[in-house]
């Protein structure tokens, strides 16, 4: 009975002693902070660094590469010379019709023909442009007139046809290829194929119009 009664004195003493100590706990030793959102894929290369950003996250969206830039462009054609025509042409872009035309110079008039062996206008421009292009022409200068695009004199080029009439209300009555410059090559009845200038005086007064085969 004795020996109850100390112990429950000692425990009573205990605890008065506990309201005046607070206990301390052991400070919790400096461990590394873990490290969040380990992936579980191997980062050997950069592939595997975006596949483990898209797993981790799909709606990330990852820069997009930039696009390669646009080729330059080829630099025009080289410029030649025509030893026949006695011209200078910027580039070589009309190269071959330039050596076509300048292969019939000196044929001679022909009327109602196309060949190197006689050609009237029309049967020049017609053999011209079928060899040069694979295009058929109408036969008649008129009627080749209807199937061209109207060009100012001012924007003619290389290849585009000229056309002369007499007068405002005659019917158009020769044909030509314009070179450049002014100049255009076509079969006269004074000469057959031949350059001549679109400066000269009878064909300044008879000039028509200028057409473009599309």
Same mark, same amino acid.
């Given at each position: 009975?004795?020996?109850?009664? /100390?112990?429950c004195i000692?425990?009573?003493? @205990?605890?008065?002693?506990?309201?005046?100590?607070?206990?301390?706990?052991?400070?919790?030793?400096?461990?590394?902070?873990?490290?969040? %959102?380990?992936?579980?894929?191997? /980062? =050997?290369?950069?592939? %595997? &660094?975006? @596949?483990?950003?898209?797993?981790? *996250?799909?709606?990330?969206?990852?820069?997009?590469?930039?696009?390669?830039?646009?080729?330059?462009?080829?630099?025009?054609?080289?410029?030649?010379?025509?030893?026949?025509?006695?011209?200078?042409?910027?580039?070589?872009? $009309?190269? =071959?019709?330039?050596?076509?035309?300048?292969?019939? &110079?000196?044929?001679?008039?022909?009327?109602?023909?196309?060949?190197?062996r006689g050609? *009237?206008?029309?049967?020049?421009?017609?053999?011209? +442009?079928?060899?040069? +292009?694979?295009?058929?022409?109408?036969?008649?200068?008129?009627?080749?007139?209807? %199937?061209?695009?109207? /060009?100012?004199?001012?924007? &003619?080029?290389?290849? *585009?046809?000229?056309?002369?009439?007499?007068?405002?209300k005659q019917?158009?009555?020769?044909?030509?290829? +314009?070179?450049? $410059?002014?100049?255009? /090559?076509? @079969?006269?009845? $004074?000469?057959?194929?031949?350059?001549?200038?679109?400066?000269?005086?009878?064909? @300044?007064?008879?000039? +028509?119009?200028?057409?473009?085969? $599309?």
């Amino acid at each position: 009975m004795r020996k109850t009664f /100390i112990l429950c004195i000692l425990a009573a003493f @205990s605890l008065i002693l506990s309201y005046f100590y607070e206990v301390t706990p052991a400070e919790s030793a400096n461990l590394p902070e873990p490290v969040a %959102d380990i992936t579980p894929y191997a /980062i =050997n290369s950069g592939e %595997d &660094l975006t @596949s483990a950003l898209i797993a981790k *996250d799909p709606l990330v969206k990852l820069p997009e590469p930039e696009p390669e830039p646009a080729p330059a462009p080829k630099p025009e054609s080289e410029a030649f010379y025509s030893k026949k025509l006695r011209m200078q042409f910027a580039t070589s872009k $009309n190269k =071959n019709l330039v050596e076509t035309v300048a292969g019939w &110079l000196g044929t001679p008039y022909r009327y109602g023909s196309g060949s190197k062996r006689g050609t *009237d206008c029309s049967g020049f421009v017609t053999s011209i +442009y079928r060899e040069v +292009y694979g295009i058929r022409l109408s036969r008649s200068s008129h009627s080749m007139y209807q %199937d061209v695009k109207r /060009i100012k004199k001012g924007n &003619l080029r290389t290849g *585009d046809l000229v056309f002369f009439k007499r007068g405002p209300k005659q019917p158009i009555f020769h044909v030509g290829i +314009y070179l450049k $410059n002014g100049k255009f /090559i076509h @079969s006269a009845t $004074n000469g057959g194929v031949m350059v001549s200038s679109l400066k000269e005086k009878f064909y @300044s007064r008879t000039y +028509y119009a200028g057409g473009r085969v $599309n």
